[in-house]
T-cell receptor, first 114, second 114 residues
Framework: EPEVTQTPSHQVTQMGQEVILRCVPISNHLYFYWYRQILGQKVEFLVS????????KSEIFDDQFSVERPDGSNFTLKIRSTKLEDSAMYFC????????????FGSGTRLTVV | GQQLNQSPQSMFIQEGEDVSMNCTSS?????WLWYKQEPGEGPVLLIA?????ELTSNGRLTAQFGITRKDSFLNISASIPSDVGIYFCAGRINSGGSNYKLTFGKGTLLTVNP
């Protein structure tokens, strides 16, 4: 079964450092997403990406965040200067079309900011 | 912003019992989804509902999209130990520029005693 792959599974970083979280979406999917889940809380939408541009973003996705599809397979989330409150699980997801058919989540990257 | 109220927050049941959980919202959603999340994993889609009033089954799981488009329920029949996990409802508006993001409930933690 096709899956969304995320690396690393766990990253620890110092406050103020830049981090890049990586995702390989399902190969024939065209819509890509990042969500985050603070420990014990609900999953929250960050951003969606289609046709090499951001199609929607939440109020959480401020200037410290950016996304990129640097090649035909990877989709990255960059946090420029991490804060303690950025500690969370970050989930990448992808879907085949805008009707969210096949909307699939990866296993997540646990980001710990110390 | 949109909020989904999911209940109950947690459930402790005996193997073989049926389970019911629901989500309500003050806003209309055009798509309702139910996900299951196990420790260290991303959400896995269980059932997707696309039309008001729709009743859909997936094995022992049954979900309904409320006629008002402001609620949905998930039933699990004859629960088994591997049903343990956190169940999330999620909704999508699909209008007004909000075509892509899913809004999640806070989850229902299900524990099944063998």
């Amino acid at each position: 079964e096709p899956e969304v792959t995320q690396t690393p599974s766990h990253q620890v970083t110092q406050m103020g450092q830049e981090v890049i979280l990586r995702c390989v979406p399902i190969s024939n999917h065209l819509y890509f997403y990042w969500y985050r889940q603070i420990l014990g809380q609900k999953v929250e939408f960050l951003v969606s990406f289609y046709n090499n541009e951001i199609s929607e973003k939440s109020e959480i996705f401020d200037d410290q965040f950016s996304v990129e599809r640097p090649d035909g397979s990877n989709f990255t989330l960059k946090i420029r200067s991490t804060k303690l409150e950025d500690s969370a699980m970050y989930f990448c997801a992808s879907s085949r079309d805008r009707n969210i058919y096949g909307y699939t989540f990866g296993s997540g990257t646990r980001l710990t900011v110390v | 912003g949109q909020q989904l109220n999911q209940s109950p927050q947690s459930m402790f049941i005996q193997e073989g019992e049926d389970v019911s959980m629901n989500c309500t919202s003050s806003s209309i959603f055009n798509t309702w989804l139910w996900y299951k999340q196990e420790p260290g994993e991303g959400p896995v889609l269980l059932i997707a509902l696309y039309k008001a009033g729709e009743l859909t089954s997936n094995g022992r799981l049954t979900a309904q999209f409320g006629i008002t488009r402001k609620d949905s329920f998930l039933n699990i029949s004859a629960s088994i130990p591997s049903d343990v996990g956190i169940y999330f409802c999620a909704g999508r508006i699909n209008s007004g520029g909000s075509n892509y993001k899913l809004t999640f409930g806070k989850g229902t933690l299900l524990t099944v005693n063998p």
